[in-house]
Every structure is written in structure tokens, then in C-alpha cells.
């Protein structure tokens, strides 16, 4: 018998999206998604692969690089994107599911060295550090910031922070600790100096992903809200965070 809650296992991915299979995306963001000794981990792919399982799929999950799974995940053919935040800069380029974790916008200096008082003085700062394509630079693109400084990934981005090469650097709070961990650099090194927004996360499809497709995902991950699922795989990993509704 089969389990309440769980759909029919469907014939294939591939027949599912119309020829093409379902691409699954995501970058080395921990705790959300990341991989530990080769495999997928994290409280987003706990959430991606609970929503498969009860729609009887097995897909793999591909880890790039975030500005080319962000470009991927733009197109034509079937993609999904996780976890990206939902922020109004990005709305029409993606169809979205969740919201399945929340995000903070925050400033970070080196230890003792960077402080503000409010939001407009980081303008004025030499340079603010930022991933390319996080939703972070897409934020501060938008408010006319024109200091921002291209990095190719958060790792590169506490590095140079603490090397001096610019005062601020623009990231996200939550992944912050794995974030040193994998640079090898110590928490107390860097500091936040300012914490300026809160996004909420999505898996993002792409424009070319049918829109049953998407509609399937969202009726699982509203079954597992309401089912306490989603909450106990979010509190599993952020038990100091509240999940989004």
C-alpha cells in the first residue's frame, strides 16, 4: 500500500517534462545545498527529494557554479534551481515553488575594522564585495550601488574581505559559517557590520519547464507543510530559525 500523500510513481522524468528530462541545479551553499563526500546534502535537497520520492522520481542533482546554473536555469528546456531567493529583480525569469527557507542580506567586515550605522554608508565604501548573480549583488545593482566588486563564488569573497582587497562584502548570513569553513578561516575573522534585507528561497524553474511540472512541485511541498514534514527537515537543520509558511 502505498504511503498517504505519496503520487503514483510517474512513468519517467523525461515523459513528465514532454521529451526532455527535468535538470536539477544547485551550487555549494551550506547548510541549505551542498555536498558531503559526494553526495547531495542540505535542508534544501532534503526538501527536492522528499517532493521527488512522493511523486516517485529519482532525479540527479548537478552542483555548478552559481552563475552558470543561474544562466542554465534561464532557458528553454526543463530546469530546476535551487534554492534561489525570490526577490523582484528576478520574478519574471523563473517559475517558483516554495517558499522553503529564508535568507538574510548582511554586510561583513573584517574583525574590528568595519562598522555602519545605516545602509546608505555602505555607497560609500571603496568597494563592496559581491558573488555574481547572488540575488545580494542583484539587490544592491538595483539600488544604484556603484561600487560593487565581482566575485566568482563566497569563498573568494571572505578571502579577498580579509586580505583588504575591499572594506565590505555582501552575503548571506545563514551560509556565513560554511562559508569560512570551507575558506579555513576562523568565524571570528570577519564580523557582520549590517543586515539589510530578508528574502525568501525558491526552487526556481525555468521558463521552458511545463507548467504542470511546477504545479505538481508546489501541491508536494504544501503537502509537506501541512503534513509537519517540510518543518521537521527545516528544524533539522536551522533550529534557531523559524520556516516560512
Same mark, same amino acid.
Given at each position: 500500500?502505498? $504511503?498517504?500523500?505519496?503520487?503514483?510513481?510517474?512513468?519517467?522524468?523525461?515523459?513528465?517534462?514532454?521529451?526532455?528530462?527535468?535538470?536539477?541545479?544547485?551550487?555549494?551553499?551550506?547548510?541549505?545545498?551542498?555536498? $558531503? /563526500?559526494? =553526495?547531495?546534502?542540505?535542508?534544501?535537497? %532534503?526538501? +527536492?527529494?522528499?517532493?521527488?520520492?512522493?511523486?516517485?522520481?529519482? !532525479?540527479?542533482?548537478?552542483?555548478?557554479?552559481?552563475? &552558470?546554473?543561474? &544562466?542554465?536555469?534561464?532557458?528553454?528546456?526543463?530546469?530546476?534551481?535551487?534554492?534561489?531567493? =525570490?526577490?523582484?529583480? =528576478?520574478?519574471?525569469?523563473?517559475? @517558483? +515553488?516554495?517558499?522553503?527557507?529564508?535568507?538574510?542580506?548582511?554586510?561583513?567586515?573584517?574583525?574590528?575594522?568595519?562598522?555602519?550605522? =545605516?545602509?546608505?554608508?555602505?555607497?560609500?565604501? /571603496? /568597494?563592496?564585495? +559581491?558573488?555574481?548573480? @547572488?540575488?545580494?549583488?542583484?539587490?544592491?545593482?538595483?539600488?544604484?550601488?556603484?561600487?560593487?566588486?565581482?566575485?566568482?563564488?563566497?569563498?573568494?569573497?571572505?578571502?579577498?574581505?580579509?586580505?583588504?582587497?575591499?572594506?565590505?562584502?555582501?552575503? $548571506?548570513?545563514?551560509?556565513?559559517?560554511?562559508? !569560512?569553513?570551507?575558506?579555513?578561516? $576562523?568565524?571570528?575573522?570577519?564580523? %557582520?557590520?549590517?543586515?539589510?534585507?530578508?528574502?525568501?528561497?525558491?526552487?526556481?524553474?525555468?521558463?521552458?519547464?511545463?507548467?504542470?511540472?511546477?504545479?505538481? @512541485?508546489? &501541491?508536494?511541498?504544501?503537502?509537506?507543510?501541512?503534513?509537519?514534514?517540510?518543518?521537521?527537515?527545516?528544524?533539522?537543520?536551522?533550529?534557531?530559525?523559524?520556516?516560512? &509558511?
Amino acid at each position: 500500500m502505498m $504511503e498517504p500523500g505519496i503520487a503514483a510513481p510517474a512513468a519517467s522524468a523525461a515523459s513528465d517534462t514532454g521529451g526532455a528530462p527535468l535538470r536539477l541545479l544547485s551550487e555549494e551553499f551550506p547548510p541549505i545545498n551542498f555536498t $558531503e /563526500d559526494g =553526495r547531495p546534502s542540505g535542508l534544501a535537497v %532534503e526538501v +527536492v527529494q522528499n517532493v521527488l520520492r512522493r511523486l516517485g522520481q529519482s !532525479l540527479p542533482i548537478e552542483f555548478l557554479p552559481w552563475a &552558470r546554473a543561474y &544562466r542554465d536555469a534561464q532557458g528553454s528546456q526543463p530546469v530546476a534551481l535551487f534554492s534561489a531567493a =525570490r526577490i523582484p529583480e =528576478r520574478e519574471k525569469l523563473f517559475q @517558483w +515553488v516554495g517558499p522553503i527557507v529564508t535568507f538574510y542580506s548582511s554586510f561583513y567586515g573584517r574583525a574590528g575594522a568595519s562598522r555602519l550605522r =545605516r545602509f546608505d554608508d555602505a555607497r560609500h565604501a /571603496d /568597494d563592496v564585495l +559581491v558573488v555574481r548573480d @547572488w540575488y545580494t549583488a542583484q539587490q544592491l545593482a538595483s539600488q544604484g550601488f556603484q561600487n560593487l566588486r565581482y566575485v566568482s563564488d563566497p569563498v573568494q569573497g571572505v578571502r579577498m574581505l580579509l586580505a583588504g582587497r575591499a572594506p565590505l562584502f555582501a552575503s $548571506e548570513r545563514i551560509s556565513m559559517p560554511g562559508t !569560512l569553513a570551507s575558506a579555513g578561516i $576562523e568565524a571570528g575573522a570577519i564580523e %557582520e557590520v549590517y543586515t539589510y534585507a530578508s528574502s525568501d528561497g525558491y526552487i526556481a524553474f525555468s521558463p521552458g519547464t511545463p507548467r504542470r511540472i511546477v504545479a505538481n @512541485w508546489q &501541491r508536494e511541498v504544501d503537502a509537506m507543510k501541512r503534513d509537519g514534514s517540510f518543518q521537521a527537515i527545516y528544524k533539522r537543520w536551522l533550529p534557531q530559525d523559524s520556516p516560512p &509558511r
